[in-house]
């Protein structure tokens, strides 16, 4: 996966949509996981939750911050990387990739369109540090 076809959400999560099943796989940035450090902990959701585009779906606390995962798009978890919770380097190491953490069934597929492309998502975070 490239960033490139990933989305970005303003709470620092991405979303890369597979056209061919309308599942969207969620994960946080590059830019979270240094913003947050050490990670402690993780709460996803179980399978079947149903989500709303930008409310929380899980929490992440690090060892400076307690932080909500909020969802990039309406839809039901079809999978959660409940791994992560015994291999929390993971999301550190390589958050564009094996630190995924939800795949939702979207119907509103439009919703990822809507959302920051790699260059409105890097000027953004630049803000952020400023």
């Known amino acids: 996966m490239s960033p ?5 959400t303003k709470s620092h999560e991405w979303a890369l949509l597979d056209e061919k099943t309308d599942i969207v796989t969620v994960g946080i940035t590059e830019f979270a996981a240094e913003q947050l450090g050490d ?3 993780i709460e996803l959701p179980e399978i079947g939750a149903e989500l709303i585009k930008d409310q929380p779906f899980g929490v992440i606390e690090s060892v400076k ?3 909500d995962l909020n969802s990039p798009v309406s ?4 999978e959660a990387h409940t791994d992560l919770a015994s291999d929390l380097d993971t999301i550190s ?3 564009l990739g094996a630190g995924w953490m939800v795949r939702i ?3 509103a597929t439009d919703e990822v369109q809507g959302l920051m492309n ?5 000027k953004f975070a630049e803000q952020e540090t400023h």
């Open 4 to 8: 490139m076809e990933l989305k970005y």
């Open 39 to 41: 990670i402690v902990f």
């Open 65 to 67: 911050a307690a932080v």
């Open 75 to 78: 839809g039901e978890v079809v």
């Open 93 to 95: 190491k390589d958050p």
């Open 105 to 107: 069934h979207c119907g």
């Open 118 to 122: 790699e260059a409105e998502y890097g």
